[in-house]
């Protein structure tokens, strides 16, 4: 990706990875210390989540704080999931369906800060939430309409969080076809940082997953396996890799690590972004006083 010699705007691409998502909200905390405020945002699963309350205008230290508070009473948050979940435990045997199915539209409201409002249109920044088709087969981004129903529909992880029916179409989680939706975001002026949170591989050997743990395991790997193709074809203009690989897909409950694990990344991405936007006259002057 080529731009002007003046300083460009940022675009900025969330990626989907869980729990490991929360990484996100350092990342906007490094934009926020610096003064940038991004030209647009696309943001899938996890990183529609946060992205869109970003966009709405709370900063990353509003989230961290929200994100912490909402996750430190575990009992409040599974009640809170108590009163999201689509079915009930007789649904096991009555019909065969998931009785701990999440209802994800009723999951952000419950979660989600009050700032966020109702629709893609009233939020302060350009914002696209990235889902995956399911009959279709293919990539979906929602930049209107219900901002509840699109980031719902982009954070729908198979057993996990019901289907999206959106007009005549069935919508599941982003992750499916683009964990990194960096792609559509540049331009002759724009400059796109892609945070890349599906995580690489553990350095650890544990006990063998259990069913479900294993399931979503397997959505991470392979939501990495097309993040690692997508860049061998092309690649944004600054890629920021948290160190989350310790941590699992629903580690929520683990937020302040997360965070923590996230600062080396937010500092490395500072120093980026001063040298991305920095004058061309003072890059210049600082490579003639290179010895």
Known sequence: MTHPSSSPRIALALGGGGARGLAHIAILEALDELGVRPAAIAGTSIGAIVGAAYAAGLSGKDLRAHAVSRLRDRA?????????????????????????????EKMLDLFWPDAVPDTIEELELPFQAVATDYFGRCEHRFASGPLVTAVAASMAVPGLVRPVAAGSRVYIDGGAV?????????????AVIAVDV????????????????????????M?????????????????????????????????????????????????????????????????????
Do not use: C, H, W, Y
């Open 76 to 104: 409040q948050v599974m009640a809170r999931l108590l009163q999201a979940r689509v079915g009930r435990l007789t649904d096991l045997f009555s019909s065969f369906s998931n009785p701990v199915l999440i209802d994800g």
């Open 178 to 190: 683009n964990p990194l939706p960096f792609e559509g975001l540049d331009g002759p002026d724009m």
């Open 198 to 221: 599906t995580g690489g591989p553990a350095t650890e050997v544990k006990a063998a997953p259990e069913a479900f743990e294993a399931m979503l395991g397997a959505s991470q790997i």
């Open 223 to 291: 939501q990495g396996a097309i993040v690692a193709e997508k860049l061998k074809a092309r690649a944004p203009d600054i890629l920021v890799r948290p160190l989350v690989d310790g941590f699992r897909g629903l580690d929520f409950f683990r937020a302040k690590a997360i965070l923590q694990a996230a600062e080396p990344a937010k500092d490395q991405l500072k120093r980026d972004l001063e040298a991305l936007l920095a004058p061309p006259a003072r890059v210049s002057a600082a490579r003639r006083r290179r010895p």
